[in-house]
């Protein structure tokens, strides 16, 4: 099991910036591939960027390439999401998850295999 709170949402203007965070505790956070979705009203849950394990590979949606970045701080067990450039469209719930199962500590798991989720927090950018 592994309990996951994130923070940091919150109202910004277009080109801003914003820092989610992710602490998690129960399970070995450092076993976890960890991930960033979003999903804005109306719209599908979006994979938006994921971390391995060991911090040493990301994945980054073409949406978001070279505005977000993702780390993680396994002494802290927690995960960032550093938001820069903001637009509009980036408005959504910012939801965190943990990726439990046996993967690779090379491996990037596919949206379907994260099964641990925080309750999400609010992103709103103004244009």
């Known amino acids: 099991q592994i309990q996951l709170v994130e923070s940091g949402g919150g109202l910004v203007q277009a080109g801003g910036s914003l820092r989610l965070s992710c602490a998690a505790s129960g399970r070995t956070f450092s076993s976890a591939a960890m991930g960033w979705f979003r999903q804005a009203p109306g719209k599908e849950r979006e994979f938006v960027t994921a971390?391995?394990?060991?911090?040493?590979?990301?994945y980054y949606a073409a949406s978001v390439k070279g505005r977000f970045t993702i780390s993680r701080d396994n002494a802290k067990n927690t995960l960032y999401l550093q938001m820069n450039s903001l637009k509009p469209e980036d408005t959504a719930v910012y939801y965190c998850?943990?990726?439990?199962?046996?993967?690779?500590?090379?491996?990037?798991?596919?949206?379907?295999?994260?099964?641990?989720w925080g309750q999400g927090t609010q992103v709103t950018v103004s244009s």
């Open positions: 971390i391995t394990r060991s911090g040493g590979s990301t």
């Open positions: 998850a943990a990726a439990s199962g046996r993967f690779s500590i090379a491996t990037i798991p596919p949206p379907g295999e994260y099964n641990y």
